[in-house]
């Protein structure tokens, strides 16, 4: 959610800081600040709204100074505006904060009888207040720090900067993730490599419950006994952090286009040319698993609702899948001979985390399907499988979502081999399915024109129903998703055989179905439920094969045509159609594409 950047360096440190910002625009926010230190003076700058208010403020009011502090706020306590805005500060200390302080209520009492009176609703001015009163009471900044650490309760990353101190920030973290950069006399904070990767190539992570007293000759880290540790330091791709639209209108449209690459190169760092599945250590001997329980949050959700499909039906494997944010609270029993698999785009995401944690020592093994493989989900699972998606920005998950199906169906296979539920010839042709996907996505992408003539009659429309079956069904809820996320308007998915049960009440003339039938084993049926919502004047889309369209597009209101492909490779391949139709209607209402309001990319707090 929010992002986090601080500089130790040796040129203006504005500038820098809202660049690096600007990095960090597609993790959603609603105001941003910067504080700097300068001439021992601290001073801050905050804007509500994008990142050039923000901008068009520090060019009137210009805030000079080497050191400095800056944040992008996605709102939790307290609406957004310029009080609310980060950096908070109170007295000789300012803090930029991602995350919650659940006991900021309890703080604000104790603080009151210091005579210390919140002038915001935020719960990070509590932190800023907390450093004040130590260091009224005689605390160095260093330790005042410490010991308001020492005294929350909830997660956060945190970033310090000190009145008088030009040498000096302190971060911490607990729950958010928080990257320390190392330069040639300089030193970098950031909420993530990309916010740094323009300013340095070598990154340390700090790891739960570490703090780090940083100057610009280096950094102290500290665990969260107090002890002083040595994190590695990382020397990253620089390539790999690179953002640009590449010609696009928006982050979306690339990441849409770039899907069969991606996926390729998925594949190519799975597959062997004979077909061999590579996974990296520790192996996973499916033979000796006797339950999978997925546990994940929106698209990753998703993705593993259509994964169920696949080892069911593949390897014979009963799987649980499960929203993050229910499972850590449900507590279930974990079964003997478990696999616990975690998926995220992130790594980062709260709930999963903490899904994690709770798993860990109970499930025989956790692994995760990440797209950044230094995240905390990655750091903390003992089999890490990336995605190798690139990153991804616009907030509505595009290319990591069919990375996260393509390796999700490698590992359904490599579970069927080890089970024994595949033959040879089987096995075989999943895998030749799987080698076509880049050259069918192309061939699907080559429906984008013919898509926006179709998005621009449906962003007409108040309410869309999605209809799905099978592994198809999951799609239909990513349909769905994406259409809401990006266009605002009210969509739903049901599985096709539920129609009777109560949502066909919602048809009638105004109300667009979006049908998603290739032509497969369960195609007359879904067809069957089709029937159903024309007799009630419903505008059916139909997505489906030339084959299906030609059996079944007749009295329908539009249809998307899409290349044969097998059952089970289908629902990585439909996913292109339903990224489009959400796209293109999202253009056609006007709406912000890849920062749609109220959400953020990465969800680091409960």
Request: glycine fraction near 8%; include cysteine.
């Amino acid at each position: 959610m929010c992002g986090i950047v601080g500089v130790l360096g040796n040129h203006e440190a504005a500038p820098i800081l809202v660049e690096a910002l600007k990095r960090l625009e597609y993790r959603g926010y609603d105001s941003a600040g910067i504080a700097t230190v300068n001439g021992g003076t601290l001073d801050r700058r905050r804007a509500v709204g994008k990142l050039v208010n923000l901008g068009d403020l520090l060019v009137h009011q210009p805030l000079a100074g080497k050191s400095g502090i800056g944040h992008t706020r996605w709102a939790t306590h307290g609406e957004p505006n310029e009080a609310n805005a980060h950096p908070h500060r109170s007295g000789p200390v300012a803090v930029v904060h991602n995350g919650i302080i659940e006991n900021f209520r309890e703080l604000r009492a104790e603080l009151a009888e210091h005579g210390l009176t919140p002038q915001t609703d935020t719960d990070t001015e509590t932190v800023a207040m907390l450093t004040e009163m130590f260091m009224r009471a005689g605390a160095t900044p260093t330790d005042a720090a410490i010991q308001t650490l020492g005294k929350l309760h909830g997660a956060f990353a945190l970033a310090f900067l000190f009145d008088g101190e030009e040498d000096l920030m302190i971060a911490a973290r607990r729950g958010s993730p928080l990257a320390i950069g190392y330069g040639e006399g300089e030193m970098f904070v950031g909420s993530d490599a990309i916010a740094l990767s323009p300013l340095t190539d070598r990154i340390s992570y700090l790891d739960e419950g570490d703090y780090a007293v940083i100057t610009r000759a280096g950094a102290q880290v500290f665990d969260a006994e107090g002890n002083k540790v040595a994190r590695e330091i990382r020397k990253i791709e620089i390539s790999a952090t690179r953002i640009d639209k590449g010609g696009h209108k928006h982050f979306m449209a690339k990441e849409i286009a770039e899907q069969p690459t991606v996926i390729a190169d998925a594949l190519s760092h799975y597959l062997s040319a004979g077909g061999e599945i590579r996974l990296p250590d520790p192996q996973v001997d499916f033979a000796q698993v006797e339950r999978i329980t997925m546990v994940a949050c929106g698209t990753a959700f998703l993705a593993c609702l259509t994964a169920k499909y696949w080892f069911e039906q593949i390897a014979r494997l009963p799987v649980e899948v499960d929203v993050a944010s229910e499972f850590r609270y449900r507590e279930p029993p974990v079964p003997a001979k478990s696999l616990a698999l975690f998926v995220s785009q992130s790594g980062e995401t709260a709930d999963t985390l903490a899904a994690l944690r709770y798993m860990a020592g109970k499930a025989d093994r956790i692994a995760s399907v990440v797209n950044v493989p230094e995240s905390s989900i990655a750091r903390e699972s003992d089999l890490v499988l990336p995605i190798h998606a690139g990153v991804e920005i616009g907030v509505a998950s595009t290319k990591a979502f069919t990375c996260q199906l393509t390796v999700l169906f490698l590992l359904a296979i490599k579970a069927a081999s080890d089970r024994g539920t595949l033959t040879d010839e089987a096995r075989a042709d999943h895998l030749s399915q799987l080698r076509r996907l880049p050259a069918l996505i192309a061939e699907a992408l080559d429906q984008n024109v013919a898509i926006r003539e179709t998005a621009r009659k449906l962003a007409n429309a108040r309410d869309v129903l999605f209809l799905g079956r099978g592994p198809l069904y999951p799609l239909a809820h990513e349909g769905a998703l994406k259409l809401k996320e990006i266009s605002y308007i009210h969509a739903e998915a049901y599985a096709s055989g539920e129609l009777k049960h109560g949502p066909i009440a919602l048809v009638d003339e105004d109300v667009p179905v979006v049908v998603m039938a290739p032509r497969d084993t369960l195609f007359d049926k879904t067809v069957s439920n089709m029937q159903e919502v024309m007799a009630r004047k419903g505008k059916v889309i139909l997505i489906s094969d030339r084959e299906g369209l030609a059996e079944a597009a007749n009295g329908t209101w539009d249809t998307i045509t899409m290349p044969d492909v097998s059952d089970a490779v289908a629902p990585i391949l439909y996913a292109i159609p339903a990224q489009l139709l959400a796209y293109h209607t999202a253009v056609a209402k006007g709406t912000d594409v890849d920062q749609p309001r109220n959400l953020a990319k990465s969800v680091t707090v409960e």
